[in-house]
């Protein structure tokens, strides 16, 4: 009976430094590993004046749910960055989202919504810009957070890339991929 503790020791052992090593391998990018690329993401300069965005929300599966159009008006104040966004759903929902700004240094800033928990904190370096914060959603009736991680690259002078990682309890529950482009 005792050695079949050990053995049960050793598989329990094995399992739980395996579940760790896998997840730890799950680890997002890391924004240094921009640091050199181009052109340059500047929120101030990217964020001003006439944008627009279009993209689809995935469920956990990967299966797209939802389309979107947004159009974003974005304007800086002494230093602070104000993005006033109107989404427009295929199923003819339309939502508002006002985001401030507020740099905290040369790379970092924080940001807040009406319907983000806290406050978010952004990173930049290179052409990525990886912003982290919790989002309130209505979801069957009742009020969800959501874990955002939100990642954007810029890819040309006029286009953003972004990917949001949405998930609840650190278990993923869906995704939202979308191009911002500057409007001429």
Known sequence: MRRYRHVRLLVTSTLLFGCIAALSGCAGPNIDQYLNNQPAFAPREFFQGELSAHGVLKNRGGEVTRYFNAT?????DN???TLKERFEFDDGEIQ???WTLTPTSE???NAT???????????????ALNLNYVLEVDYNDRKL???VDDWMWRVDEQTVINH????KWGFAVGSIQLV???EP
């Open 107 to 109: 790379t970092t800033f």
């Open 145 to 147: 957070q959501l874990k």
């Open 180 to 182: 911002i482009r500057k």
């Open 79 to 81: 230093g602070i960055g």
């Open 72 to 76: 974003i008006d974005a304007s800086w």
């Open 96 to 98: 508002f989202r006002t």
């Open 113 to 127: 919504a009406g319907d983000v928990i806290g406050t978010g904190t952004g990173t930049t370096a290179g052409n």
């Open 164 to 167: 949001s990682s949405l998930s």
